[in-house]
């Protein structure tokens, strides 16, 4: 394994049944992603990349190949592990923010720790703290339906890193936003990614963004190839 590589993917295959066609989707990937590395994954739609997000995120099971955490094979891993290990060391964030409407920002920044057994008060001081860092300490107690799509999309990047992940996996984060809108969130994900020192895959079609991240890999026929910046 990549001395200290945070996630890694060996020869990860997934297949999709449909009638008596076998659709292989992932067909050998590799990728090993290191702490503070940020990488941007490619590729046409359909090509299999939200698959492979939500393999690498413990969220579906590989038909083959291996998926570490840390050094850890997943593959073996009872569904109660997995989860408790999704909860702990990884961090999503769609292209819609997925915020619960009936609840606060700060609440919404709150609950994930709490299902991970912190208590109210250290909660909602981390997601107090998490909204201050984004500048939305003033719009805290505001539900999503007061907050702009720029304003739900940080909230949705804070509540993704409430429980401190390692990980981080974005699939089209801006991919809902104008271009200005978008260019401030993609900013505001990758100071706090660096700062905290993540490891990150974020899926996107926007060529501009993917160049502003340290790498970017392309799916194509199930495999990742390297593409020159």
Known sequence: MPAGAALELRGVRRVFKQASTELHVLNGVDLALQPGEVVALVGPSGAGKSTLL???GLLERPDGGAVLIDGEDCGTLSDERRTLLRRSEIGFVYQFHHLLPEFSALENVMLPQMIAGVARRRAQEKAAQL????GLAPRALHR???LSGGEQQRVAIVRALANGPNILLGDEPTGNLDHATGEGVLNTLLELVRNNGLAALIA????ELARQL???VAL???RLKAIDL
């Open 54 to 56: 939500h393999v690498a």
């Open 131 to 134: 909204l201050d860092r984004v």
């Open 144 to 146: 999503p339906a007061r």
């Open 204 to 207: 996107t079609h926007n060529t």
């Open 214 to 216: 340290d790498r970017i």
């Open 220 to 222: 194509e026929d199930g």
